[in-house]
């Protein structure tokens, strides 16, 4: 009984650690934004120009070699880090709560400010590692998110809001380059590969996302159902099933989706939850048939498509600016 009260000292020493921790790492930021604004304003009085970041390496190097991280590549960034963040007062309180790697992945991961917001918030709210962040870059998730938009179930829509991203949005692609399959593979190959890469499937819908079970079974009288995967989301407050097809999409898929969500919502379902949601995730779709298909569909379903390689960011960004133009059409 003694040791359990002690462990809670370890708790409390744990807690201290970790605060102290944010309070360097925050510090530390605010001191490179400092430096940075220092050696740019310096650049622009002195007569040096460029090379104030090579004398300032040189000088750090020749009489303070014990301060490490004052190189003239990272003396660079921080001048790129001032610049860039000068006056942004969304990215100042949220620079702070990141490590300098994950900002510099930022940094030169994103092309606009709006991007730069995305992943910012991103990071902070989701806690990402290094290697997390950069898998969310390298696979274009803020394109594929904000092309995205406007596809969501109104159910959905009226319960979040935009600090609640990525994990309440149903993306229109899902970038599954992780599963490594081989270039034949069948349903359950792919249901099996999913499981055996939980956590990096997670990262990719969105950590909100707890998992439940797969081929999780529902009966409808006197028969058996398979849902593939089935999830539950904490921010929707609902049950999320995944039904996997390897082709494009057919009109048919819906309406087993839709017994699946009824039995869900009449057996599994509790009081206090919101109504089941369902992603049917295929490898293409037809934009006309998934319309139609859904049209008058009462359920709360959406149709997503999945890649199995990194999708070119500049296709996405193309696809964006055609967004883009027909809404400024439009309005």
């Keep these: 009984m003694l040791e359990e009260n002690f ?12 605060n102290a921790y944010i309070k360097i790492n925050e510090e530390l930021i605010l001191m490179y934004l400092d430096v940075g604004k220092f050696l740019y304003n310096l650049q622009k009085e002195s007569k040096y120009g460029d090379k104030i970041t090579t004398k300032a390496a040189e000088f750090m190097k020749n ?8 190189t003239k590549r990272n003396i660079e960034r921080m001048i790129q880090f001032y610049r860039i963040y000068e006056n942004d007062e969304i990215a100042t309180p949220l620079v702070t709560q990141l490590s300098w790697t994950n900002n510099l992945l930022i940094l030169s991961g994103s092309k ?11 990071a902070v709210k989701n806690k990402y590692s290094k290697r997390e962040l950069d898998r969310q870059i390298s696979s274009s998730y803020y394109e594929r998110y904000t092309l995205s938009n406007e596809k969501q179930l109104p159910d959905i829509i009226k319960t979040i809001d935009e600090d609640d991203y990525p994990n309440t949005r149903i993306l229109d692609t899902y970038s599954l380059e992780f599963l490594d399959l081989p270039e034949e593979f069948s349903e359950s190959d792919l249901r099996n590969s999913i499981i ?6 997670i990262l990719e819908i969105g950590k909100d996302f707890t998992f439940i079970g797969n081929e999780y079974k529902v009966q409808v009288g006197n028969h058996d159902f398979f849902i593939d995967l089935l999830f539950y989301n904490r921010e929707l407050s609902c049950l999320v099933a995944f039904e996997l097809k390897l082709g494009e999409y057919k009109a048919e898929y819906l309406g087993k989706m839709n017994l699946y969500l009824e039995a ?5 379902k509790k009081e206090n939850e919101n109504p089941s949601v369902g992603i049917i ?12 298909s859904l049209s008058k569909n009462m359920s709360q379903t959406l149709i997503s498509e999945y890649q199995l390689k990194l999708i070119d960011k500049n296709l996405l960004k193309n696809k964006l600016r055609e967004v883009k133009n027909l809404v400024d059409v439009k309005k």
């Design 63 to 70: 009489n303070y070699p014990n301060i490490k991280g004052f």
């Design 196 to 201: 055996n890469n939980l956590k990096n499937f």
């Design 7 to 18: 462990n809670q000292i370890i708790e409390l020493i744990e807690q201290r650690k970790n």
């Design 281 to 292: 995730l295929c490898s293409s779709k037809d934009k006309d048939v998934v319309e139609y």
């Design 264 to 268: 869900l919502d009449r057996d599994v």
């Design 112 to 122: 606009s400010r709006k991007e730069r917001h995305f992943y910012l918030q991103l």
